[in-house]
Nanobody, 115 residues
Framework: QVQFVESGGGLVQPGGSLRLSCAAS????????MAWYRQPPGKQRVLVAT???????KYIDTVKGRFTISRDNAKNTVNLQMNSLKPEDTAVYYC?????????WGQGTQVTVSS
């Protein structure tokens, strides 16, 4: 069964950094683009960053230059390094395959940016 387990979230002050990690299982994800999504309070889940099988990275405009997505195919893990965090980055963060993802979603990890 496909499973995603996200970790690394927390409370951070504006300008701070966090590194999110995701352990994926149930499939050989090296053959898939992988992505991070986020769902702000009261809003829909949106795609934030994607990394293709060849390592090409794509980001939404609001996180370009601040977030970096990476993957380790041997470990089936995907990471998201988040720097210069802003209050508007507050959300529950999820990993999955590239848009639109699989039908399986993990619990996510809460990121709260506040002073």
């Amino acid at each position: 069964q496909v499973q995603f387990v996200e970790s690394g979230g927390g409370l951070v002050q504006p300008g701070g950094s966090l590194r999110l990690s995701c352990a994926a299982s149930g499939r050989d994800f090296s053959a898939y683009a992988m992505a991070w999504y986020r769902q702000p309070p009261g809003k829909q889940r949106v795609l934030v960053a994607t990394i293709t099988t060849s390592g090409e990275r794509k980001y939404i405009d609001t996180v370009k230059g601040r977030f970096t997505i990476s993957r380790d195919n041997a470990k089936n893990t995907v990471n998201l390094q988040m720097n210069s965090l802003k209050p508007e980055d507050t959300a529950v963060y999820y990993c999955n395959t590239g848009w639109p993802g699989t039908g399986y979603w993990g619990q996510g990890t809460q990121v709260t940016v506040s002073s």
